[in-house]
């Protein structure tokens, strides 16, 4: 039972009378407005399970998914239930039509049991704030999209040097507040992190302090300029990059080439998309322009995923492979079609 959706495990207990009451002890609930014919219904159905479920039963995993807009007095009463039945994993998946100065329940930026946290929250007209920093004391994984970051009085934005645990982070679409100029990625137990695009015209810098970083992406069109602490860990580095070639392309290719610069002394496994070699290969076709780019001079190996919409040549790919392993003559190149 605890791998159906909740809607379907509550069918399943009108089965029997001996087990109309069974579903209140689940420790995982699914609730998806794809289940139910109309919004309203999903709505009434969320608010029912939350006052009739067994209260004295604590909370393992809630994901709520909702396609059209959610009431934020309903996001509000999911999200203060999760923490108050001391909930270990929350998926958040909502459109939100809110006023302006609207913020999130503060008791999700607190929760002392959370070690998973997913939000994605598209909210209408702005996006949704975080506070200036995050107490997730037991969080491990952090997935974030569709938020914008506040800075203190320095002008950084600095939310996860309070996550003490925290293993896994990906931001994708995430905005810092006008008054931030760096978003300052800081945590010592960091070792998995993912960087999406932006959704605001200004780039703003990203600063890593993450010495143990292990894994790190890059995906979607970044343009984020980029400084960082030693790296002396990093492993493996994933880059898969678009660039719209009538709008910001030499700052998408300026921020690829300083994501580069930041790893260059440190990756050993590097997994390169055709479109990525291809913002490279237009602005560094003048000979004097591939200097930019960084020898990678501990690389063992170079994986290129080839995509059929890339429109990049072989020469072109070669050109700049060859470029990037001349001081890594050893390293294994592998050419993948996707």
């Known amino acids: 039972m605890k791998f159906m959706s909740t809607k379907h495990a509550v069918q399943t207990c009108v089965l029997s009378t001996r087990w109309k009451d069974l579903w209140k002890g689940l420790t995982n609930l699914a609730l998806n407005s794809s289940d139910f014919t109309s919004?309203?219904?999903?709505s009434k159905f969320v608010s029912w399970v939350l006052s009739d479920r067994d209260s004295s039963i604590s909370l393992h995993n809630l994901d709520l998914r909702r396609k059209g807009c959610i009431e934020p007095a309903l996001l509000d009463r999911v999200m203060t239930y999760a923490?108050?039945?001391n909930v270990q994993q929350l998926t958040i998946e909502v459109n939100l039509n809110c006023e302006l100065g609207f913020k999130l329940h503060p008791c999700i930026f607190s929760c002392q049991t959370l070690t998973y946290l997913k939000l994605s929250i598209w909210a209408v007209p702005l996006m949704t704030e975080l506070p200036n920093s995050l107490h997730l004391p037991a969080?491990?994984?952090l997935h974030l999209e569709h938020v914008t970051f506040t800075a203190s009085d320095n002008g950084c934005a600095e939310p996860f040097s309070s996550c003490h645990m925290l293993n896994t982070l990906v931001l994708d679409r995430c905005n810092l507040h006008r008054d931030a100029n760096f978003l300052c990625i800081s945590?010592?137990?960091l070792s998995s992190l993912t960087i999406g695009s932006t959704i605001q015209e200004a780039a703003y810098k990203?600063?890593?302090?993450?010495p143990n970083l292990n894994s790190l992406t890059v995906m979607r069109d970044p343009i984020h300029q980029v400084s960082a602490c030693s790296l002396p860990f990093l492993e493996q580095v994933n880059?898969?990059?678009?660039?719209?070639?009538?709008t910001n392309f030499e700052r998408t290719h300026l921020a690829l080439i300083s994501w580069l610069q930041v790893f260059a002394d440190y990756v050993k496994t590097m997994i390169l998309s055709s479109s990525t070699l291809k913002i490279l290969n237009v602005l560094s076709t003048p000979d004097s322009m591939?200097?930019?780019l960084p020898c990678l001079v501990r690389l063992k190996s170079l994986k290129v995923k080839m995509k059929s919409s890339s429109n990049i040549?072989?020469?072109?790919?070669s050109r700049i492979v060859d470029y990037l392993l001349q001081k890594s003559p050893v390293a294994k190149v592998d050419i993948i079609d996707c």
Do not use: G, R
Request: net charge negative; charged share 10%.
């Open 206 to 210: 990203v600063v890593l302090s993450t």
């Open 83 to 85: 923490v108050s039945h």
């Open 39 to 42: 919004l309203p219904h999903f």
């Open 313 to 317: 040549s072989n020469d072109e790919v």
């Open 187 to 189: 945590n010592s137990m």
């Open 239 to 246: 880059i898969d990059v678009e660039a719209h070639f009538h």
């Open 139 to 141: 969080l491990q994984t």
């Open 290 to 292: 591939i200097s930019q």
